[in-house]
């Protein structure tokens, strides 16, 4: 499963602790292989394939009303939670200093739920679609508060710390506890470009620059495709059939420079985007299924869709011709 999202050092430590270490009494499963990879403003993100088979097995004998009802109601809960402490915690720098143990523990409780829904719909746990639609309405909810508290932290913990927004999101957790602790900063943070964090048995290593650079390539070419397509085979979430030109976007920059009649390309969608996507003739995405963010926002905008190409960020290129066929679940690159 290879996924790219905004996000920055400091957030996929916090989201890797959670699905490793998180504490959530509604699901006990948790990841033992993961890998982030931090460039340019987003991250990718990898899960270890036996484990997302144990996981499958997991569900299949696990998934019925109760267990949907159960955590379902805890990554509601969870979501509550964080956005309440992160409104806390970075009111100020007195609470920054109290509460930021807190703010570290409820990320774990969230994450260690968050992504159930979407993970049972990825791994074919198909027994109840209705199930399935209702228990992604409780993930859309919890990224519907993931919206509102991201902003919160990322823009508000550098100038709590006295530095840029940008070089605070390239601290570590532990590291924000040394500053607030010795007002000691790491000494090369200044010059982090790229970031890796891989876990391996449940053990977690960070590295930096050509470091992760290598992990990356050593783990992230085993899924590239090598080769290349003019067709791609998703699925519809909203129908409609149209041709344009291709704009391939992975941060909020290049969200922010979707051009007007624009076919997007991305590997998934999100609620801090939702103002760019009124400008698109439709959407393309890798990831996702019929409780995506992205399908509940196609229905919304009556934006033809299709979902879960897999490797349509890696294939295709801004300015690309394509026809999306969303009435076949079908996009093709044209001549």
Sequence with gaps: MIRKVEFFPFDIFLVNAGYVRGKNSALRWRFRNTLFYYINGFEYSLRGVADLKGLKIFLEKNFNPH????????????????????????SS?????????????AWGTFCAVFQT????????????????YRFGLDRDYA????????????????PLLGIPVGDAMKLLPSEVQAVL?????????????????????????????????????KEFLRFQATDQFCEFKGQTVY?????????????????????????????????????????????????????CHAAIMARELKVPTVVG????????????????????GIVRRLA
């Design 67 to 90: 267990f949907v009802k159960q955590v379902g109601k805890a990554i509601r809960s969870a979501a509550d939670d964080l956005l309440s402490i992160t409104q806390n915690t970075f």
């Design 93 to 105: 720098r007195a609470n920054l200093e109290q509460n930021i143990d807190k703010f570290y523990q």
């Design 117 to 132: 829904p979407e993970l049972a719909e990825m791994v074919g746990v198909q027994k109840n679609k209705h199930l399935i």
């Design 143 to 158: 990224a519907r508060q993931l919206a509102k508290l991201e902003p919160m932290y990322r823009l508000r913990l550098g």
């Design 181 to 217: 602790l010795t007002k000691t900063f790491p000494k090369d943070f200044k010059q982090r470009k790229t970031c890796a964090l891989l876990t391996l048995n449940g053990k977690t290593r960070v590295y930096w620059n050509r470091e992760a650079d290598r992990i990356f390539a």
């Design 239 to 291: 129908s409609g059939k149209v041709k344009g030109k291709a704009y391939v976007a992975f941060n909020a920059e290049d969200f922010k420079r979707i051009p007007r009649g624009a076919i997007l390309v991305c590997s998934m969608t999100r609620y801090t985007i939702v103002p760019y996507l009124k400008r698109v003739r439709a959407i393309v995405t890798d990831q996702g299924g019929v409780t």
């Design 309 to 328: 190409l897999k490797t349509a960020t890696e294939q295709l290129k801004t300015g690309d011709r394509l026809e999306v066929d969303a009435e076949q």
